[in-house]
Each structure stands twice: as structure tokens, then as C-alpha cells.
């Protein structure tokens, strides 16, 4: 299996209190362990106002997470992203270094 590094931010509802926030980020972590991704390193990025809104929301909390994966646990957490309530945009990037590239 190959293991890829991978970048998901999303943002949630401006309303949402600091204890469901946890609740979420443990349930990404959980979801992402098990599957098999390790490497995972979350980053709050705190409450930053939308350059448009967004389901009629203007501002919103920003979380990142950094992990280790394979390209189908990517599919399984982005389902649940799009299946949460609170959750208002997310976007997954493969992390690719020139470093990394072979020519």
C-alpha cells in the first residue's frame, strides 16, 4: 500500500463551541488511525472572517491536519467532512516536495 502525505483544512460554522471542535478533531484523528494513517499533526488556525460568505455564514474556524494516508482514506474522512453539520468547506491537498521528484 502507498502511503502518501496529504493537507485537509476545513472550516467550520462561526457558532460552533470549543468543546465540540475537540469533539470533531477526535473524530478525524480516530477516523484516521483507523484506517491506517499515522503522521497526523492538527494546527488550529483559529476564527478568520470569509473573503466570501459562505451558506450565509461570514466567518468561520479554520482547522488543518497533516497525516500520512493512503489515497482511499482521503475519499473516507472527506465523506464524513461532507456528512457533518458543522463543517462548511473542506479541501484535501497530496503534499508533493520537488525534493521528492525524481528525474
Request: charged share 20%.
Amino acid at each position: 500500500m502507498n502511503l502518501n502525505k496529504y493537507e485537509t483544512i476545513y472550516i467550520l460554522q462561526p457558532n460552533i463551541t470549543e468543546s465540540e471542535n475537540l469533539i470533531l478533531i477526535n473524530e478525524y484523528k480516530a477516523l484516521i488511525k483507523k484506517y491506517g494513517g499515522n503522521n497526523i499533526v492538527v494546527q488550529h488556525k483559529g476564527r478568520r472572517h470569509l473573503n466570501y460568505n459562505i451558506k450565509s455564514y461570514y466567518d468561520g474556524i479554520y482547522v488543518q491536519i497533516n497525516y500520512t494516508a493512503s489515497s482511499n482514506l482521503v475519499r473516507i474522512l472527506e465523506k464524513a467532512m461532507r456528512l457533518s453539520q458543522h463543517v462548511i468547506r473542506y479541501m484535501t491537498i497530496k503534499n508533493c516536495h520537488m525534493n521528492d521528484i525524481k528525474i
